[in-house]
């Protein structure tokens, strides 16, 4: 995918976890799909999501 190596070229600290979470995010889905999907609970997801978004300066 061009998006991840642009992203991983940009972030190199970024695992591959935070790349699919990423993705997730940039498609819209929303927390409870991403949950299902990944069959996590809701708290780690939303922890996830801050992380990431910290990491990335959003």
């Known amino acids: 995918m061009p998006w ?5 070229a940009l ?3 970024i ?3 935070e790349i ?3 993705a997730f995010l940039s498609t819209n889905i929303t927390t409870k799909e991403i949950e299902d999907t ?3 609970l ?3 997801i939303l922890k ?3 992380r ?3 990491k990335l300066g959003l």
Request: overall charge positive.
């Open 38 to 40: 990944l069959n996590n």
């Open 4 to 8: 991840t190596k642009k992203r991983k």
């Open 52 to 54: 990431l978004k910290k």
């Open 42 to 44: 809701p708290d780690s």
């Open 15 to 17: 695992s591959g976890k």
């Open 48 to 50: 996830s999501k801050y």
């Open 20 to 22: 699919r979470l990423a």
């Open 11 to 13: 972030y190199a600290d």
